[in-house]
């Protein structure tokens, strides 16, 4: 029986590059010079840590890693920015979470958004944090993916192991 999951990942290899290629550019650039930016990644924890003189220059620091980010053709809908705080001295800190995975939550989103779609033979259950969706025929599969693709889960989704 034909089957695909439902995925949201995130390729932290890239992640690491456009945080890499971030600290690059800000050390460089001049309007950067003496504000003492910093960049950094936490693997373990999927979250970024920037830390810059002002709030002027942490809306320039964020635009510049959003831009890495685009880039390396990792969604913006898998950051999730959280507010600019106060850091002592003066200076600004920024903490960004990257979310990959699909919670409890979304899944039944999906799995509702399908069913809403009233296409015959169409199964999908929630395994982990993927969505598995299955049917007789193939072309169904593909309009329930043609669909997905259209809906705004705010969640980059993925589809992986199509299976004839």
């Known amino acids: 029986m034909p089957s695909f999951d439902v995925v949201s990942e995130i390729d932290m290899q890239e992640v690491r590059n456009a945080v890499d290629q971030t600290d690059r550019e800000v050390t ?3 309007d950067f ?4 930016s910093t960049i950094e990644l936490k693997d373990s924890d999927m979250v970024i840590s920037l830390e810059s003189a002002s709030q002027d220059r942490m ?12 880039k390396r053709k990792i969604s913006l809908k898998s950051v999730d920015f959280g507010d600019v705080e106060d850091a002592a001295g003066g200076r600004a800190r920024l903490t960004v979470d990257l979310k990959a995975g699909i919670s ?3 899944a039944k989103k999906i799995n509702t958004h399908i069913k809403d779609m009233k296409l015959k033979g169409i ?7 993927q969505v598995r969706v299955s049917s007789k025929k193939r072309d169904a599969l593909q309009d329930v993916i043609t669909s997905l693709k ?3 889960f705010d969640l980059p989704l993925q589809f992986e192991n199509f299976r004839d």
């Open 28 to 30: 460089n650039r001049y």
């Open 33 to 36: 010079k003496d504000t003492g």
């Open 59 to 70: 809306m320039a620091f964020r635009q510049v890693l959003e831009e890495k980010l685009i």
């Open 104 to 106: 409890s939550e979304m």
């Open 123 to 129: 199964q999908s259950q929630t395994q982990g944090d």
């Open 150 to 152: 259209e809906a705004d």
